[in-house]
């Protein structure tokens, strides 16, 4: 771990690190401060709500704020979520901050019932989704989360892939009057977009254009595609890249026209592969009825194991290389 | 007019809560007609007092007093069940004027009333908030997520209610789940308890009611009321059987009678 400037109070060797050093890291978590600049800028009916996980989802600045509008409900997600939609009631927009896996995955019969049944416009942000939790383990992975949360109606889900991508999905959504459901990283993510990108919902953004394929990605594997393109290019095989950040409503006129100009389609997630993004994107290429392929790269249809992440994402081809590997071989 | 009306509806609908209705009755009631604080004709009026069922499935004691206090034409009483009613077994805010809270998943909504209370409080909204529940539904652990949040928040202007009615789907709740001593549970959860002995006889439910939601206690309230299920009707008093069922002709009339008996 590189904490550079930072070191615990009370150590002395540089190799020493703590919490805060941690957090240090996740620049791409962006959350609390731009829900502080919104409230500055005079959005005074944000609520702020997470369950013991203020820090390291790196709401407490906004807490730090505005006491009066930032609630920790300890580890009680499910009261947090009930509390949530109370609070969307009486006039607030309320903002919950949590891990994607307690929010999302133990959450879902609240998330169903309380907020997106009554149509509350209460946004929810899910972070470390995927693997990112890493050798905290599979109890900690969130691979179904967006299987779980696409069939429930009125819900909005996206995926801002970065730290500017989660200030575009913030600030371009806060007149919904709907829920919406953040799906983000551990905000270790590297930089893909150098300022907040044009965000709308049913939307998606081409990274870089390419005419011999085209990945369909969300999250983490925009950056991988990113990566995937470098490396094909200097094989001769240009990609383009699409981050189709909006999960549901999903983009289908994008992903029809990427239809019509390529006999395969490629989809990218960090989730698994059955119910997922990739499942989202087959839904709209056979509704259609169009005669092209979908491979699907993301997590296979079983629980994944444990290790450092940046491991993991090489083990299960998420990374530039991997992407790269799939599409190569489905070419050739 | 509560038991009336639920044995009414229910013929319509061809089966219904009957016990869990009848143990409310004086409880909504009382809140409805002498405390809470309403505008039938402007029922989304951000200062009226908020009401929520953690027991859903007693809605259908909630519809005739919401319609006779003019949130609805009491013809949508007609309509209760049948194809793409507002009125349903459980209560639907989106559809129901009056209905605070939609509800059905047994244990959501001291949640969402803590929710709310916490909201009108930030709002400097002198507005009470109060959730009915079961006492099956002690039983759910949300519920005490929910009642430590309310501590900690000190939200006083929270009430609870559980209808202490003794019965449950499967039985007398103390042989599916006991989950007493209740006075014990609430006050070392850091709530005032009002302990209310005969949740049907009427000036003592509001005596109950109205030291909850207008007593001094700087804490959230919860009343414990013991109820008896099917109240009203001799063969369903006290009985787990008419927790669901229906009447034929001859068992809706002597059920009529006795209600009309009851309010003599």
Known sequence: MNTKDYRPAGTQDPASWDMVGALNLSKQLTTGRVLAELAEEGHDDLMVLTADLGRPTQVKV?????????????????????????????????????????????GVENIRNDICYPNLPVRMVGTHSGIAMGFYGTSHHCNEDIGALRTLANLTLMAPCDGNAIAAALRGTIKHEGPIYFRVGRGREAVVYEEPPSWKIGGSNVICEGSDATLLAIGNLVKAGLDAQKLLGSAGIRLKVVDCYSIRPIDKQRILTEAAAHSVLFSAEEHNVTG???????????????????????????????????????????????VAKVIRSSLR | ???????????????????????????????????????????????????TMGKGHAAIGLYPILA????????????????????GDHPDMRKV??????????????????????????RQSPARVVCLMGDGEQAEGQVWEAAISAAHYKLDNLVGIVDI?????????????????????????????????????????????????NGEQ???????????????VSFMEGTWEWHLGFLGPLDLQQAYAEIAKGLA
């Open chain 1, 62 to 106: 906004f807490g730090d704020k505005y006491p009066d509008r930032y609630f920790n409900f300890g580890i009680a997600e499910r009261n947090m979520i009930g509390a949530s939609a109370g609070l969307a009631t009486t006039g607030w927009k309320p903002v919950i901050s949590n891990y994607s896996f307690f929010l999302a995955l133990m």
């Open chain 1, 276 to 322: 997922g993004f990739g499942a989202a994107v087959a839904e709209v290429l056979a509704e259609a009825g169009t005669s092209t392929k979908l491979i699907k790269i993301g997590m296979p249809d079983q629980y994944s194991i444990l290790g450092p992440p940046l491991h993991l994402y090489r083990h299960y081809g998420m990374d530039g290389e991997g």
């Open chain 2, 1 to 51: 007019m509560v038991r009336r009306e639920t044995v009414r509806l229910t013929d319509i609908c061809g089966s219904g809560h009957y016990g869990s209705a009848f143990s409310i009755a004086e409880l909504l009631a009382v809140l409805y007609y002498q405390l809470l604080h309403l505008r039938p004709q402007e029922p989304e009026w951000m200062g009226r007092d908020r009401f």
């Open chain 2, 68 to 87: 006779d206090l003019g949130f609805f034409p009491k013809s949508t009483l007609d309509t209760y069940t049948r194809l793409g009613s507002p009125l």
């Open chain 2, 97 to 122: 004027k009056g209905v605070d809270f939609s509800s059905g998943s047994i244990g959501h909504n001291l949640s969402v009333s803590a929710g709310m209370a916490l909201g009108l409080k930030r």
């Open chain 2, 165 to 213: 009615n003794k019965v449950g789907s499967d039985g007398q709740t103390k042989e599916i789940m006991d989950t007493h001593p209740l006075t014990d549970k609430w006050r070392s959860f850091g709530w005032h308890v009002i302990e209310l002995e005969d949740g049907h006889e009427l000036q003592q439910v509001f005596n109950s009611l109205n030291e909850a939601l």
């Open chain 2, 218 to 232: 700087q804490l959230p309230t919860v009343v414990l009321a013991d109820t008896v299920a099917g109240k009203g």
